[in-house]
Nanobody
Framework: VQLQASGGGVVQAGGSLRLSCAASGRTFKIYAISWFRQGPGKEREFVAAITWSGGNTHYADSVKGRFTISRDNAKNTVYLQMNGLKPEDTAVYYC?????????????????WGQGTLVTVSS
């Protein structure tokens, strides 16, 4: 499985961005896709997850109500709609895929990773 993340950029606080994660290869192996992020000087943290078939979602408390994860199975793509962005959301955002049921918030559980896309929120 290969993952290609895109959609990052620079936005003012309160603005919106939509990230995309396009999956290719053996996508039938995917159980779930998640977004993680790593801010300057911080550890990588979980943001949101969605199961590939059922569409069940899970969010970090810090983004609930502001971010929405969704998927388009026909396009093999997962999206992260980010509204109400804050300067503390500034980070490199990575998408990751797991091939089995996992503890979604644990990055080491994931088998495949995209290259990351930078989101910068200015105050």
């Amino acid at each position: 499985v290969q993952l290609q993340a895109s959609g990052g950029g620079v936005v003012q606080a309160g603005g919106s961005l939509r990230l995309s994660c396009a999956a290719s290869g053996r996508t039938f192996k995917i159980y779930a896709i998640s977004w993680f992020r790593q801010g300057p000087g911080k550890e990588r943290e979980f943001v949101a997850a969605i199961t590939w078939s059922g569409g069940n979602t899970h969010y970090a408390d810090s983004v609930k109500g502001r971010f929405t994860i969704s998927r388009d199975n026909a396009k093999n793509t997962v999206y992260l709609q980010m509204n109400g962005l804050k300067p503390e959301d500034t980070a490199v955002y990575y998408c990751a895929a797991a091939s089995t049921a996992v503890v979604v918030v644990v990055s080491s559980e994931y088998d495949f990773w995209g290259q990351g896309t930078l989101v910068t929120v200015s105050s």
